[in-house]
């Protein structure tokens, strides 16, 4: 497993090992041991999956403590545009937005601290997205921001028009009002 920083403090990308051979391929999507040595010092205690059409923007999501989650995110058919804002106060990069294309291709995955926003947005005709939490849902501190909002200035890659949301993220407030 190799482990890519990126200019977010604590916002890293995950390259599994894949080995392939004639019967398909196999890698090991998860290791609490390799996550501990490589990433970070967290424990998942939910798994969740969303299946998505061509244009499903979901985000940008968050939850206020105490139920603030870190997420490892991958995607294990199709494609999306994967986005971390970070919304803590305190950092140098707040406000700032990192994106990275997760695919069953490339099998990339995203590891997002606690204090970030995150969303994406399917770019294939079907995606199915899984992704672990180090803490439990909560609707009463569940949180989000606009997606198109002109402050974070997010290119999702497709047209508005091909942007599908659901009725709860149209009503997302702007980053100005986090």
């Keep these: 497993m190799e482990v890519i920083e990126t200019k977010i403090e604590g916002l890293k990308i995950i390259r599994p090992n894949i080995y ?3 019967r398909g391929y196999f890698f090991e999507s998860y290791s609490q041991k390799k996550f501990e040595e490589l990433v ?3 424990v998942f205690i939910q798994d969740n999956e969303s299946s998505s059409k061509y244009g ?6 968050y939850q206020k403590p105490p139920f603030a989650q870190a997420k490892l995110v991958r995607v294990i058919k199709g494609e999306v545009l994967d986005i971390a804002v970070d919304i803590r106060k305190n950092s140098i990069t707040y406000g700032k937005h ?3 294309e997760l ?6 995955q995203i590891y997002i601290p606690h204090g970030f926003a995150h969303g994406f947005i ?3 005709k079907e995606v199915i997205c899984q992704y672990k939490c180090d ?3 909560s609707p009463d501190h569940a949180e989000g921001i606009k997606w198109n909002d002109e402050q974070l200035n997010i290119n999702w890659k497709l047209p508005n028009e091909d942007i ?3 009725e709860k993220d149209e009503l997302n407030p702007p980053f100005s009002q986090l």
């Design 20 to 22: 392939k051979d004639n």
């Design 40 to 42: 970070c010092d967290t």
């Design 56 to 61: 499903v923007l979901r985000g940008l999501h």
């Design 98 to 100: 990192f994106a990275v």
């Design 103 to 108: 695919s069953d291709k490339n099998r990339l």
């Design 122 to 124: 399917a770019l294939s």
């Design 135 to 137: 803490n439990y849902y």
């Design 164 to 166: 599908i949301l659901s």
